[in-house]
């Protein structure tokens, strides 16, 4: 099955479900991982992150900040932007990534925290503004922009995919699928796709996998709590 990002967040999102998802899932292996990307309508006067957060401070509840919904990763990541500067952003939610897309480029809302490969096109089109990225290193995609953690120190998040089997499933047959996904990730050409794409590969252990989705899901856990996001 096909694991991501959102998977560690609905794990405390969502109280009825009927697994646990560190008890129940085993990540057999790491695909690709990104940053997100903080960007602003044009017209908003910030070409940093430290210039965003003093006009929010400057203008607090006026910045609109769009989502693709509530729970979703960008949801969380500006929440976690919220967390860790103190800003009053209000959280507008979408039903999905286009339409959000279209109200930041038309200047209805303000601010967004959009997974890369999503809204790196619109970026180099000039019709967003990227003030940094989300990951504790810069990106190869876009590597004039900053990490927010430059700015907002200790600041990281990041969109990932992996590959996942209940768990129980064979310790042989989890190390052979996750040596047949570190093979393909070593591959040039998929390097040099996903590097396009502002996307790294992941290649962990199996040992690896089960400490990332734990930290994963204990990270959004924290977040989700905090900023009290309850599902639709």
């Not at 057999?28 to 044009?42: K, S």
């Not at 039903?95 to 809302?109: K, M, R, S, W, Y």
């Not at 990932?160 to 209940?166: E, F, I, S």
Request: hydrophobic share 45%; aromatic share 6%; proline share 9%.
């Amino acid at each position: 099955m096909a694991l991501a990002t959102v998977n560690a967040i609905n794990a405390t999102l969502y109280e009825n479900l009927n697994y646990d998802f560190i008890r129940d899932i085993v990540l057999v292996a790491g695909i690709g991982q990104g940053p997100a990307v903080m960007e602003v309508n044009p017209k908003v006067p910030a070409n940093t992150v430290a210039e965003f957060i003093a006009y929010a401070k400057a203008t607090p509840g006026k910045i609109n900040m769009g989502s693709a919904g509530i729970g979703t990763p960008q949801h969380v990541v500006g929440e976690l932007f919220k967390m860790m500067t103190g800003v009053n952003m209000v959280h507008v939610p979408y039903h999905g990534v286009a339409p959000e897309l279209t109200d930041l480029i038309a200047g209805q809302i303000q601010v967004s925290f959009d997974p890369i490969q999503g809204s790196i096109g619109y970026i180099k089109g000039g019709m967003l503004r990227p003030l940094a990225v989300t990951t504790t290193t810069r990106t190869e995609a876009l590597p004039s922009v900053p990490t927010v953690g430059e700015f907002v120190p200790g600041f990281e998040a990041r969109t990932w995919q992996g590959l996942g089997a209940p768990a129980g499933t064979p310790p042989e047959i989890v190390k052979i699928l996750n040596k047949e996904v570190n093979d393909i990730l070593a591959d040039p050409r998929l390097r040099a796709r996903f590097a396009d794409l502002g996307i790294v590969p992941m290649p962990l252990t199996p040992a690896e996998c089960q400490r990332f989705i734990t930290a994963e899901t204990e990270k959004w856990a924290k977040v989700m709590k905090f900023a009290g996001i309850k599902p639709e």
